[in-house]
């Protein structure tokens, strides 16, 4: 029998129908899964229910774009005060 893999979407729905007070008999039937597989389902979406409101990190590349787009601020400021300066030296 070949088994199935449950992207972590769709094992989220089937938890949740669990928890809002669906029989687990019914929902198990359903998605054609036994009851041990949706109680494991269950304890690994409680033990990491806390990183659900943790902050979104920075990939690198975010981090490496944001410290690129400092550097070009800086940049352009540095030249719009040389600008400043070449345009009163010419008045």
Do not use: H
Not at 5 to 33: F, H, M, S
Not at 46 to 54: M, R
Not at 68 to 74: F, I
């Amino acid at each position: 029998m070949k088994q199935r893999k449950w992207d972590p979407k769709t094992k989220g729905k089937i938890v949740l129908e669990g928890v809002k007070g669906r029989p687990i008999a019914e929902i198990c039937n359903e998605y054609q899964i036994c009851q041990s597989q949706y109680y494991q389902w269950r304890d690994q979406l409680l033990s990491n229910i806390d990183k659900v409101f943790d902050a979104p990190q920075k990939t690198s590349r975010e981090t490496r774009l944001a410290s690129e787009n400092q550097k070009l601020r800086a940049l352009v400021g540095e030249l719009t005060l040389e600008l400043k300066k070449n345009d009163e030296v010419y008045r």
